[in-house]
């Protein structure tokens, strides 16, 4: 074995972990408040979110609050146009445009 996980697993795993958001206000167990950290990718805004608290690094600075969701609900709430960018500024780090968003929960969210 390579070590290669296919594609499709590790979609599955993704959209199924907790991840990791950054907020600059506290939020409330309906979700208000949320006021996440936001990077602009070529005039496109998307939201930050981390595998793991130890990849948040500098970033608590901008935005001291953190909240843990799963990666699919995330995605749920993500508004339209805007992209998601995980673990920024790590190796580790990838980003999921606006249609990728749109694409990923057409594929994974069930009902």
Do not use: C
Not at 84 to 100: A, H, K, Q, R
């Amino acid at each position: 074995m390579d070590g290669a996980v296919p594609i499709r697993t590790f979609m599955e795993a993704f959209v199924a972990s907790e991840v990791v958001l950054l907020t600059g206000s506290l939020v409330t167990p309906d979700g208000s408040g949320f006021d996440p950290l936001l990077f602009d990718k070529q005039g496109t805004l998307h939201v930050a979110v981390f595998t793991d608290p130890s990849r948040v690094g500098v970033y608590s600075q901008q935005a001291e609050h953190q909240i843990r969701w799963l990666m699919l609900d995330v995605l749920r709430r993500v508004p339209g146009g805007y992209g998601v960018v995980i673990n920024p500024g790590t190796s580790l780090g990838f980003e999921i445009s606006p249609s990728g968003v749109g694409e990923i929960l057409k594929d994974f969210a069930q009902g």
